[in-house]
């Protein structure tokens, strides 16, 4: 069983800063590929950023040259630095881990979420 806790979530202006953490346990994190998905209520969950188990990366065009994620495989931690904020990014985040099984197949986790606010 995997665990992932978001943190870092809070109120901020409008292009402020922010940067969310999440640890996980329960695996070889060196192995999983990461991402961070946001959801507005009422609306789908939406890809932000991923980051796979060789430190490739892609991103959402709406945050393009603004966010950042980044792992630390000796920490079990993925980080997403957000640079100037817009009222748009209000959302709650989502931490993901895909981690890979028996025979090929993979699995997805999902932690508990962090709401960020961005006010105009």
């Known amino acids: 069983q995997v665990q992932l806790v978001e943190s870092g979530g809070g109120l901020v202006q409008a292009e402020g800063s922010l940067r969310l953490s999440c640890a996980a346990s329960?695996?070889?994190?060196?192995?999983?590929?990461m991402a961070w998905y946001r959801q507005i209520p009422g609306k789908e969950r939406d890809l932000v950023a991923r980051?796979?188990?060789?430190?490739?990366?892609n991103y959402a065009d709406s945050v393009k040259g603004r966010f950042t994620i980044s792992r630390d495989d000796a920490k079990s931690m993925v980080y997403l630095q957000m640079n100037n904020l817009k009222p748009e990014d209000t959302a709650v985040y989502y931490c993901?881990?895909?981690?890979?099984?028996?025979?090929?197949?993979?699995?997805?986790?999902w932690g508990q979420g962090t709401q960020v606010t961005v006010s105009s």
């Open positions: 993901h881990a895909t981690v890979p099984m028996i025979a090929d197949y993979t699995y997805d986790y």
């Open positions: 329960g695996s070889d994190f060196s192995l999983n590929d």
């Open positions: 980051i796979t188990n060789r430190g490739i990366t």
